[in-house]
């Protein structure tokens, strides 16, 4: 029996006798498959099958395995790219909706006392549309990402916790995912105006007597911002495609992870 040892994988065979359990399970109760995780259920099999489970009734190699979670995490990453890059993806969502930070909503509540409050709601408007603006430039690096997982890392996210994928993608991309936003949100705030609606707000701010100096670097802010509402949303598609069959939606994912 082929065992694809040198592909890397630490336990193909028991990686294969997990999938075979799953097909087995997907025969005998489709409705406690659609309570629970494949993956829960892939690493029980590990411990219970070992090396005697047969090989070959599956079909699926380890290229599969590994071909169908780099597949899943390419549709995931596309899906939450397209969701949170279009207008009022941030603004409109209040999962990830970007406040003002900390210091301006101390301010953003001093002008509200007074009937001021509509040029903070415009700037807090406008730092999402910043961070709409420049979710786009995450699918690039989603892909590079996904691209360069070995079999050990395949493995590990396989294997591991419902967001085991998600803390992947934050330890890799985290880095080089706030400089490639940084300019994008940078130009942003400038073209709808933020910086001038920050100069306005904050003029306003301090003509109210007895109020604190208020400093903040809103660019920075947009860029933390907006990964944390990326990575939020890169989370839900990974459990999603872990625990939904209705989630995987192409062929091979169908293949590795099941369809009903």
Known sequence: MTTHSTLGFAMPRLLRAAVLAFVALVAVDGTALAQSSLF???????GTL???????????????IAAGLREALRVGTSRVVEQVGTVDGFNGDQNI?????????????????VGMADMADDLE?????GAEAAAPAAKELFIQAVSEMTLEDVQQIYEGADDAATQY???????AL?????????????????VKSYDAMMSQYKSIPLVPNVKSDLTAYVVEKAMDGIFYYVAKE??????????????LLKKVFGNS
């Open 40 to 46: 829960d259920k892939a690493k029980k099999s590990l």
């Open 50 to 64: 070992g090396d005697s489970a047969p090989g070959g009734v599956s079909g699926l190699t380890t290229d599969e």
């Open 97 to 113: 909706h970007i406040p003002l930070p900390g210091a301006l909503q101390d301010v953003q509540s001093v002008l509200k006392r």
């Open 125 to 129: 408007l406008k730092l999402n549309r």
């Open 169 to 175: 993608f934050k330890s890799k991309m985290s880095p």
């Open 178 to 194: 706030a400089k490639r936003m940084e300019p994008i949100v940078d130009d942003s705030l400038a073209d709808v105006g933020a």
């Open 238 to 251: 990974e459990a999603a495609i872990r625990n939904n069959p209705a989630a995987r939606t192409t062929d």
